[in-house]
Nanobody, 122 residues
Framework: VQLQASGGGFVQAGGSLRLSCAAS????????MGWFRQAPGKDREFVAA????????DYTNSVQGRFTISRDNAKNTVYLQMNSLKPEDTAVYYC????????????????WGQGTLVTVSS
């Protein structure tokens, strides 16, 4: 599966952005989808993941209650709605795909998009 992330940009603290990740192929609805991010000088970290049918989700603690992951299997797209953004959310955001169960480890994901930059000013 090939992944294409989009929707990043520049926003002031407290604002919102919605990231999208479009996937190629006919088997999108068999993949667990995840979002990761990498801030300058830091390791890539898990942000959120969603099961193949959207019935289960997982979030890292720092975004719980502010970010929402969702998917539209008819459109082969996964979304990350980001509200109440903070300067520490500034990072390149990557979408990723794997089969099996929801996972939070970067090493568990087999397919990666190219990343989209989110910059949050204070």
């Amino acid at each position: 599966v090939q992944l294409q992330a989009s929707g990043g940009g520049f926003v002031q603290a407290g604002g919102s952005l919605r990231l999208s990740c479009a996937a190629s192929g006919r088997t999108f609805n068999t993949y667990i989808m995840g979002w990761f991010r990498q801030a300058p000088g830091k390791d890539r970290e898990f942000v959120a993941a969603i099961s193949w049918n959207g019935g289960s989700t997982d979030y890292t603690n720092s975004v719980q209650g502010r970010f929402t992951i969702s998917r539209d299997n008819a459109k082969n797209t996964v979304y990350l709605q980001m509200n109440s953004l903070k300067p520490e959310d500034t990072a390149v955001y990557y979408c990723a795909a794997r089969r099996g169960n929801i996972a939070t480890s970067m090493k568990s994901y087999d397919y990666w998009g190219q990343g989209t930059l989110v910059t949050v000013s204070s």
